[in-house]
């Protein structure tokens, strides 16, 4: 199956090829991991990336204010790191990471936050891109300035105290990217000293069953069989979630592929919620 391109959701390998040379194409590699995955994005950055293409710094283009990992940064110090790359008004973005399709979605909405929406997520990332034999380098890209304007749309993040209030009136439907064993609690999370369970009344989605084997993303029927086979709730406002505000984007990206544009991303998601005692938590399936 072949991508559906949309230079605001989805881009498809050839589709960037494509347009590799064009004057206001900016790409950006957003690789991010784990810290127990032995990966490093930027040494596997600097061997070999995309022509073209900026390092986008997930854990330092954020939030420098908040202990919770890699939150939103203001759209300040955004404006200036994307000045210092050369990416700014009037520019048609597309990001991949080295996964597949893992931390990507997290720039594309961080950039929809901002209120930029020429920006769309590489599908299958750059396994897709090697395994197809197109190009890459190890050269680093001439910059120049670009100034760049952010229109910060609220709508589009909650905190805590918004999730809190959704999860007990039950007005939104909460969706959270983790895998089901994260999610009925079943296993341990990642960060050390968080509880298990998942947020009461969240239904569970995980990001790869949004996925094919090979790392891109379904086709729109795909995304709505796997969305509505999580017992999600489209009439409802969404909100999304996962481990720390990065999977839950590939969720977001996918309401957006499919035509719901009332979602929101919880930004501290469980790394927030499993720290707090006096915030309820439920075990088991939804």
């Known amino acids: 199956m072949t991508t559906q391109d949309d230079p605001r959701t989805l881009v498809s390998t050839a589709w960037l090829e494509a347009h590799l040379k064009d004057p206001d194409l900016r790409v950006l590699d957003a690789s ?59 520019h048609q973005v597309v990001v991949y990471d080295g996964a597949g399709i893992l931390s990507a979605p997290r720039v594309w909405w961080t950039f929809r936050l901002m209120g930029k929406r020429d920006i769309a997520v590489l599908d299958g990332g750059l396994p897709k891109w090697l395994a197809e034999g197109r190009p890459v380098t190890d050269a680093a890209p001439q910059i120049r300035d670009r100034h760049m304007t952010t229109s910060r749309q609220n709508q589009m993040v909650r905190d805590v105290t918004e999730v809190a209030r959704a999860s007990k009136l039950g007005d939104h439907c909460i969706i959270d990217a983790r895998s089901g064993d994260r999610f009925r609690g079943d296993a341990p999370e990642p960060r050390p000293g968080l509880r298990t369970g998942h947020i009461p009344g ?85």
């Open 32 to 90: 991010w991991y784990l810290p127990d995955s032995g990966r490093d994005a930027k040494a596997e950055f600097a061997v070999q990336h995309i022509p073209g293409a900026r390092f986008f710094d997930i854990d330092e283009i954020s939030d420098a204010r908040s202990a919770l990992p890699h939150m939103a940064p203001v759209s300040e110090k955004f404006m200036s790191r994307m000045r210092e790359m050369g990416v700014g008004d009037g």
């Open 202 to 286: 969240s239904r569970s989605l995980f990001y790869k069953d949004l996925l094919n084997a090979d790392g891109t993303m379904k086709p729109l029927q795909g995304l709505r069989m796997a969305i509505d086979e999580a017992g999600v709730d489209l009439t409802k406002p969404a909100i999304t979630t996962c481990g720390s505000g990065i999977t839950a984007a590939i969720i977001s990206l996918a309401l957006e592929r499919i035509g719901k544009t009332d979602h929101a991303l919880y930004d501290g998601s469980w790394a927030e919620w499993g720290m707090y005692d006096d915030l309820p938590i439920a075990k088991g399936q939804a």
